[in-house]
């Protein structure tokens, strides 16, 4: 009985030994072997390893992906006309080379990423001071960005590699300071309302020429029609009269009586009227008596008034 707990004993023993000398490696990470505190060796390829028990070897591991480091500090920072604006920015990185960069950097992603974003913050600062608004905004931002990314190789590339290799600096923000954006976001406002008011003015004034023109068209059309109206009017009382004269000379005493029966067409229009003459001696009625001498204009004169 003894004899079988202790071979169970040792097969516990020596599979807890061969469990600790096997590690795997992820194909999404570098594994780091160390000896007694020192890099014994760097394995990228993934798998199942080998190593000596703890104390003798340890393991541990860093990402070989692609990186991503956002912009955390708010600070302004000034232009070449002292403009103060705060940047928002990204950079896209990861590690080449993990022997070189635990011993220049740090043991795991997080101490990169805290060098890394002050080298940016720095290097964004410097250009930024060269560059103005506009410039920032749009003429020279690629250029920037590029300086930028150069500015950074240059010193993870430097005495001390950092074994990491910076693929893309970007910035995915640009803007005035708060105080600055209102007093800007103020004045386009009031430029907006200069533009607008410009523009009712000139549309107002411009109404009213074209209101001034289409009346002055008017009265000039109506001119013209009533003088047209007069002229064709006269032009046919003329007409009327010589007609009238012509056949009215062909029978002066049918003339007389036709203009007769006007006249008393005239003076009988409404019921209700009353004349005061003499029939007998008035030269109104002389048609009624059978008389046919006389013109019109007689009658027209004797034509009493009526009341």
Known sequence: MNRIGLWISTALVALVLLTSTL?????????????????????????????????????????KRLLTLDSSDTEPMLTAEKQRVVIDWFVRWRISDPSQYIRNVGLDEAAGANQLNRVVRNAFQEEINRRTVR???????????ADVKREVQEVV????????DVVDVRITRADYVEAIT???YRRMEAERKRVANELRSTGAAEGE???????????VAIANAYRDAQK????????????????????????????????????????????????????????????????AATAATAA???K
């Open 23 to 63: 590690f795997v490696v992820d194909q999404r990470q570098f594994g780091v072997v160390y000896a007694l505190g020192q890099i014994k060796e760097v394995i990228t390829e993934p798998g199942l390893h080998f190593k000596l028990p703890p104390p003798f070897q340890n393991v541990s591991y860093i990402d």
């Open 135 to 145: 410039e920032l905004l749009s003429t020279s931002r690629e250029q920037l960005m």
């Open 157 to 164: 590339k430097g005495t001390k590699p950092w074994g990491v």
């Open 182 to 184: 209102e007093s800007v």
């Open 209 to 219: 020429k074209i209101r001034a023109d289409a009346d002055r068209q008017r009265e």
């Open 232 to 295: 064709i009017k006269g032009e046919g009382d003329a007409e009327a009269a010589r007609i009238y004269n012509e056949a009215f000379g062909r029978d002066p005493q049918f003339a007389q009586f036709y203009r007769s029966l006007d006249a008393y067409k005239a003076s009988f229009g409404r019921k209700g009227d009353v004349m005061v003459l003499d029939p007998s001696s008035s030269e109104f009625f002389r048609n009624f008596r059978g008389a046919g001498a006389g013109t």
């Open 304 to 306: 009493p008034a009526r």
